[in-house]
């Protein structure tokens, strides 16, 4: 019975992982951004649009960017480009 259980909650902790894998990254954005003299384009995916844009803005600003205070100025400057796949 134990056995029985255990797989039961194995086969649904899988199939919550696989469903959860699938709903993310329906949206794919490229952003490029200019920050303190550097230039960096990072991609991001996402459930939507704006969450995969600031996915990547905050890739792209751990690079261009030293220290907490100029991480947030960073994260604020425009991108450049920006480019989605939906």
Do not use: H, N
């Amino acid at each position: 019975m134990r056995t029985a259980v255990g797989i039961a909650l194995g086969v649904a902790f899988v199939s919550f992982m696989l469903y959860s894998a699938m709903q993310e990254g329906r949206v794919q954005c490229e952003v490029c951004l200019d920050y303190g003299g550097g230039s960096e384009c990072r991609t991001s995916a996402a459930v939507d649009r704006e969450e995969a844009i600031r996915g990547a803005v905050a890739s792209a600003c751990a690079v261009l960017s030293a220290g907490v205070t100029d991480g947030i100025k960073c994260t604020s400057t425009s991108p450049r480009s920006i480019q989605c796949d939906e």
